[in-house]
């Protein structure tokens, strides 16, 4: 259920997204770093993605290298709770960055289930190490809000930088394979310790105008169905018991 939710949420985003120009393509990765957060859902994507494909080796390769990053203080749901109670926030800090361990002749190489944080990044003018990727304000603000979706889905959960939580998700039996090609169990300690834990939706980041111009996109999500229940009851937990725990509401 909740992957299904999930999917819902990010194909409704694609839709509305159309409307936008990109200059990105195939081969495009200056942007692609190692500093994307996921959720543990989406990690489990990655994870059984690697599975399937016979890839186990080639990612406990990956997950091994040192991967300079964020450091990372709140999620971004706890930073939309900061600052919408006034309080003051600080995210993190940005070290030197390294480019993502997934890249392959700057090619990705778990692309169909890329995280949401590498699938809404884009840019309108062609980007570089030293030119940074232009993006509109009112997109920018519209996959805020779906990121903050995603981890009120996932809440309760691991979040955190990619390769923290693929590790932190290493003791589940279905991927005991790239835990024994690891072979690092102080590895997988330190990137358990860095995660965060997924929060509750505490309201947008947006601006009031830019919800009016969100509307459609926010009802699109919310109003459509997986199965016999709606993306909006699935977040607020109105889920039959067999289909997973109750969530907080938003």
């Known amino acids: 259920m909740k992957e299904a939710t999930y999917l819902t949420i ?3 985003f694609d839709r509305w997204a159309g409307q936008y120009g990109r200059i990105c393509t195939r081969g495009c990765s200056c942007c692609c770093t190692g500093s994307v957060t996921i959720t543990a859902l989406e990690g489990e994507r990655i994870l059984d993605f690697a ?5 186990e080796q080639w990612l ?18 706890e930073f939309a709770r900061a600052c919408l109670s006034g309080q003051e926030a600080a995210p993190g800090t940005c070290e030197k ?21 590498c699938r809404c990044f884009i840019s309108i003018s062609r980007c570089s190490a030293t030119r940074p990727a232009q993006v509109d304000q009112l997109y920018l603000s519209a996959s805020t809000a779906v990121l903050q979706l995603i981890e009120h889905l996932g809440q309760k959960q691991y979040w955190g930088i990619m390769t923290d939580v693929l590790l932190s998700l290493l003791d589940i039996s279905t991927y005991q394979g790239i835990a024994t090609a690891l072979a690092d169990p102080a590895r997988v300690m330190e990137g358990r310790l860095r995660t965060l834990t997924a929060r509750p939706l505490p309201g947008f ?15 699109a999500i919310f109003s459509s169905r997986i199965g016999s229940v709606s993306v909006e009851d699935v977040l607020n937990g109105r889920i039959p018991p067999e289909n997973g725990p109750g969530a907080q509401t938003i």
């Open 10 to 12: 990010i194909d409704e």
């Open 51 to 55: 599975v399937k494909n016979g890839m």
């Open 60 to 77: 406990a390769d990956r997950l091994r290298q040192p991967v300079q990053t964020r450091r990372l203080r709140m999620t971004t749901n």
């Open 97 to 117: 960055l390294t480019p993502c361990p997934f890249l392959a002749d700057d090619i990705c190489r778990v692309y169909p289930v890329r995280p949401f944080s």
């Open 205 to 219: 980041l947006f601006t009031e105008e830019e919800g009016q111009h969100l509307q459609p996109l926010l009802h």
